[in-house]
């Protein structure tokens, strides 16, 4: 029997899937190709609602038979193709152009399986919805292990399609091949070891892999990197592999013996660095297989489906006794092994972008930014519990007040306007700083700033508290876009020409000056301002001001009847929140060579608090995967540009409703082992 829910579920689906027929999202999405054989991201996009459809129908069954799951998915699904088939018929009668300019000529498309003809059109939507309904509908009868593994296969083997014409150059598939050795040569010898201390495992680890780099020298000097050879094969030429013939051997030693005291670190690691790096590498396999076919062939995607559906089913399973023996580490052991993660996640990152390319650099650049932002306001918002809508300002403050610094403004050049002054005259008359010098005060400027903004609204709290910042982000922008401060500001025109970071070195070595330029030069830059602020922010999280943060979201009342200062507190938040913010607007300024007015506005706001609630209120690494679903695929996916805000809000939905403490909450906060000492001692007395 069908189900009432059945039936609304369908129609709420049918409804959100009409208006985005009549946007013309499936004309849009119709040139994105998957898959070489044809399969198209318009295809992917009917597909995912037809059979979702499906799913949700059946999925909220009350302990359904495998019959009633199957229909109430057939039925559900058929509600949605009844819908798109109306829309058809209503087209091919009634030109809605007018009214909706975008919609594309649904006939012959993507929602007609490409039937010209208007009853085989028909017929082909009502079908396709009646099987793919029943495949959703079948979800659920599956067992949750095997139904997640097989949704995590299919999701990224699309993910990947999608990312192909980005990604299919990174990475050859002998060396992908090579670092995968290397990781389970380290990690099998270091788990064999039974060594208790991290350092001995990485150590063994590192010894394997010099093993490695010995055979994969000799085989490279063997001819195995010609054409055809045992190590390059008929692909292109590896990129790792692929070193001076004289120094070779040192330099495959010293790649290598990283890798593998990686692959012997993760087997005392815990379960989210081991299962990470192991992840890891399956996906550098999946990029070669990429790479070795051009593209996203058939092929491919079968055996992306099934490396990550394996790795979704072993890698699990290698990770529970790992995370067990993690736990039983002493506390100092547990501290060593993840700094140790940390310098390998570092070490990748410090080389990605020699085999990244400009484009994907210059994406991350932009994803680093906003993860610099967004741990600042993590601060504010997820520690503190103060929600700020005008975080912007200060991502301004940073920007313009490294312009005004490292340019001839009226700051540098003694009160005279730089127009007035002649190139001739400019380096008698200005005194700029160099990018290094102007960093620290525009940073602290920024914290400057968040205590005089913080001032006016600590007895603020909730949606006052965020109307009025709100409105301080846009006093910010106005004030800089204001022709009364043009000689200072620049108005609309901003402050153009900031200069790039020099690291000038000269004085030990002529030869020792580099110019941070393109986007591989501003990524160091980036990078090392994520590094610093995410230590800071994970090293306050458990101080006795992070403490006060964590108490003063939860009751403020209780916080200040316990002997908090509100106002000390508070400002604190709002000040380091606003230097983050600052860091990250000086990093934009030099990477745009400008500060303008038109970049500053509500939705950067908006941008870093969503991905902050999506990634989870608290917590440093989801603000790094929020950042990456939020600001980075949308910028390697240019046909979602027009549904940005569409996907927030979408995100922040399905976010607030399956997973409403993000999409990786904060650990829970656990007691020292001093602390726990005294509390056991508590127990036993009484």
Same mark, same amino acid.
């Given at each position: 029997?069908?189900? %009432?829910?059945?039936?609304?579920?369908?129609?709420?689906?049918?409804?959100?899937?009409?208006?985005?027929?009549?946007?013309?999202?499936?004309?849009?999405?119709?040139?994105?190709?998957?898959?070489?054989?044809? +399969?198209?991201?318009?295809?992917?996009?009917?597909?995912?609602?037809?059979?979702?459809?499906?799913?949700?129908?059946?999925?909220?069954?009350?302990?359904?038979?495998?019959?009633?799951?199957?229909?109430?998915?057939?039925?559900?699904?058929?509600?949605?193709?009844?819908?798109?088939?109306?829309?058809?018929?209503?087209?091919?009668?009634?030109?809605?152009?007018? !009214?909706?300019?975008?919609?594309?000529?649904?006939?012959?498309?993507?929602?007609?399986?490409?039937?010209?003809?208007?009853?085989?059109?028909?017929?082909?939507?009502?079908?396709?919805?009646?099987?793919?309904?029943?495949?959703?509908?079948?979800?659920?009868?599956?067992?949750?292990?095997?139904?997640?593994?097989?949704?995590?296969?299919?999701?990224?083997?699309?993910?990947?399609?999608?990312?192909?014409?980005?990604?299919?150059?990174?990475?050859?598939?002998?060396?992908? *091949?090579?670092?995968?050795? =290397?990781?389970?040569?380290?990690? +099998?010898?270091?788990?064999?070891? %039974?060594?208790?201390?991290?350092?001995?495992?990485?150590?063994?680890?590192?010894?394997?892999?010099? !093993?490695?780099?010995?055979?994969?020298?000799?085989?490279?000097?063997?001819?195995? *990197?010609?054409?055809?050879?045992?190590?390059?094969?008929?692909?292109?030429?590896?990129?790792?592999?692929?070193?001076?013939?004289?120094?070779?051997?040192?330099?495959?030693?010293?790649?290598?013996?990283?890798?593998?005291?990686?692959?012997?670190?993760?087997?005392?690691?815990?379960?989210?660095?081991?299962?990470?790096?192991?992840?890891?590498?399956?996906?550098?396999?999946?990029?070669?297989?990429?790479?070795?076919?051009?593209?996203? @062939?058939?092929?491919?995607?079968?055996?992306?489906?099934?490396?990550?559906?394996?790795?979704?089913?072993?890698?699990?399973?290698?990770?529970?006794?790992?995370?067990?023996?993690?736990?039983?580490?002493?506390?100092?052991?547990?501290?060593?092994?993840?700094?140790?993660?940390?310098?390998?996640?570092?070490?990748?990152?410090?080389?990605?972008?020699?085999?990244?390319?400009?484009?994907?650099?210059?994406?991350?650049?932009?994803?680093?930014?906003?993860?610099?932002?967004?741990?600042?306001?993590?601060?504010?918002?997820?520690?503190? /519990?103060?929600?700020?809508?005008?975080?912007?300002?200060?991502?301004?403050?940073?920007?313009?007040?490294?312009?005004?610094?490292?340019?001839?403004?009226?700051?540098?050049?003694?009160?005279?306007?730089?127009?007035?002054?002649?190139?001739?005259?400019?380096?008698?008359?200005?005194?700029?700083?160099?990018?290094?010098?102007?960093?620290?005060?525009?940073?602290?400027?920024?914290?400057?700033?968040?205590?005089? +903004?913080?001032?006016?609204?600590?007895?603020?709290?909730?949606?006052?508290?965020?109307?009025?910042?709100?409105?301080?982000?846009?006093?910010?922008?106005?004030?800089?876009?204001?022709?009364?401060?043009?000689?200072?500001?620049?108005?609309?025109?901003?402050?153009?020409?900031?200069?790039?970071?020099?690291?000038?070195?000269?004085?030990?070595?002529?030869?020792?000056?580099?110019?941070?330029?393109?986007?591989?030069?501003?990524?160091?830059?980036?990078?090392?301002?994520?590094?610093? =602020?995410?230590?800071?922010?994970?090293?306050?999280?458990?101080?006795?001001?992070?403490?006060?943060?964590?108490?003063?979201?939860?009751?403020?009342?209780?916080?200040?009847?316990?002997?908090?200062?509100? =106002?000390?507190?508070? +400002?604190?938040?709002?000040?380091?929140?606003?230097?983050?913010?600052?860091?990250?607007?000086?990093?934009?300024?030099?990477?745009?060579?400008?500060?303008?007015?038109?970049?500053?506005?509500? *939705?950067?706001?908006?941008?870093?608090?969503? *991905? !902050?609630?999506?990634? /989870?209120? /608290?917590?440093?690494?989801?603000?790094?995967?929020?950042?990456?679903?939020?600001?980075?695929?949308?910028?390697?996916?240019?046909?979602?540009?027009?549904? %940005?805000?569409?996907?927030?809000?979408?995100?922040?939905?399905?976010?607030?409703?399956?997973?409403?403490?993000?999409?990786?909450?904060?650990?829970?906060?656990?007691?020292?082992?001093?602390?726990?000492?005294?509390? @056991?001692?508590?127990?036993? =007395? @009484?």
């Amino acid at each position: 029997m069908i189900a %009432r829910d059945t039936l609304r579920y369908g129609l709420y689906v049918a409804i959100g899937t009409l208006l985005l027929t009549l946007t013309g999202m499936f004309g849009t999405f119709a040139g994105r190709i998957v898959i070489d054989t044809g +399969l198209t991201l318009s295809t992917v996009l009917l597909v995912l609602i037809l059979a979702g459809t499906g799913f949700l129908a059946a999925q909220h069954l009350n302990r359904p038979s495998a019959g009633a799951a199957l229909l109430n998915g057939m039925a559900g699904s058929l509600v949605v193709g009844v819908a798109l088939a109306l829309l058809v018929v209503l087209q091919t009668n009634v030109s809605l152009s007018f !009214v909706f300019p975008d919609v594309n000529q649904l006939l012959g498309s993507t929602v007609t399986l490409g039937q010209t003809d208007l009853g085989s059109g028909l017929l082909s939507l009502l079908g396709a919805s009646a099987g793919l309904g029943l495949i959703g509908g079948a979800l659920p009868l599956l067992p949750r292990e095997a139904r997640g593994i097989l949704l995590l296969g299919l999701g990224m083997t699309v993910v990947i399609g999608l990312l192909q014409s980005q990604i299919r150059n990174i990475f050859t598939l002998p060396d992908a *091949l090579a670092v995968a050795l =290397t990781i389970v040569a380290g990690y +099998l010898v270091a788990f064999l070891s %039974r060594r208790p201390s991290s350092v001995l495992r990485a150590v063994i680890g590192a010894l394997a892999g010099l !093993v490695v780099a010995v055979l994969l020298a000799v085989a490279a000097n063997s001819g195995g *990197l010609e054409p055809g050879g045992i190590l390059r094969g008929t692909g292109a030429m590896p990129v790792l592999l692929n070193q001076d013939p004289a120094n070779r051997l040192v330099a495959y030693g010293l790649i290598f013996a990283v890798i593998g005291a990686l692959g012997g670190v993760i087997t005392v690691a815990s379960r989210a660095i081991h299962n990470g790096v192991l992840y890891f590498g399956v996906s550098l396999i999946i990029l070669g297989i990429l790479n070795a076919q051009g593209g996203m @062939s058939l092929t491919t995607a079968v055996l992306s489906f099934i490396l990550m559906a394996a790795g979704a089913w072993i890698i699990p399973r290698l990770g529970s006794p790992i995370q067990a023996r993690y736990e039983a580490l002493p506390r100092f052991e547990r501290q060593r092994v993840q700094w140790l993660s940390m310098l390998g996640v570092l070490a990748v990152l410090v080389v990605a972008p020699f085999f990244l390319g400009q484009y994907i650099t210059d994406v991350l650049n932009l994803v680093g930014l906003y993860i610099i932002m967004g741990i600042g306001l993590n601060i504010v918002v997820g520690f503190a /519990g103060l929600l700020d809508l005008g975080y912007v300002a200060f991502f301004a403050i940073g920007a313009y007040s490294i312009g005004l610094l490292t340019t001839p403004s009226l700051l540098t050049c003694g009160g005279v306007p730089a127009s007035q002054l002649t190139p001739e005259t400019v380096g008698e008359v200005c005194r700029v700083l160099t990018f290094w010098e102007a960093w620290p005060l525009s940073i602290a400027l920024g914290a400057v700033f968040g205590i005089l +903004l913080g001032i006016p609204v600590l007895r603020l709290r909730g949606d006052y508290l965020a109307i009025v910042t709100l409105g301080f982000g846009e006093i910010i922008r106005l004030i800089v876009k204001f022709d009364d401060f043009k000689p200072l500001f620049g108005a609309a025109q901003g402050i153009p020409n900031i200069p790039r970071p020099v690291i000038d070195l000269t004085a030990i070595n002529p030869a020792w000056r580099v110019e941070l330029t393109g986007a591989t030069g501003i990524y160091y830059l980036i990078l090392a301002g994520i590094v610093v =602020t995410a230590i800071i922010g994970m090293r306050l999280a458990s101080t006795r001001l992070g403490r006060a943060w964590r108490a003063m979201r939860a009751d403020e009342d209780v916080a200040q009847a316990m002997g908090i200062n509100l =106002t000390q507190t508070k +400002l604190l938040a709002f000040s380091i929140g606003a230097a983050f913010a600052a860091m990250g607007g000086a990093i934009a300024g030099t990477r745009l060579y400008g500060a303008y007015p038109d970049s500053y506005t509500l *939705l950067v706001s908006i941008n870093v608090l969503s *991905l !902050v609630i999506i990634g /989870g209120l /608290g917590s440093i690494p989801g603000v790094i995967i929020g950042s990456l679903v939020l600001i980075g695929l949308p910028e390697v996916l240019r046909e979602l540009e027009s549904y %940005r805000l569409l996907a927030f809000g979408v995100l922040l939905v399905v976010a607030m409703l399956l997973k409403p403490e993000g999409l990786i909450p904060p650990m829970p906060r656990q007691l020292s082992e001093q602390a726990a000492e005294i509390r @056991s001692r508590g127990s036993v =007395t @009484s």
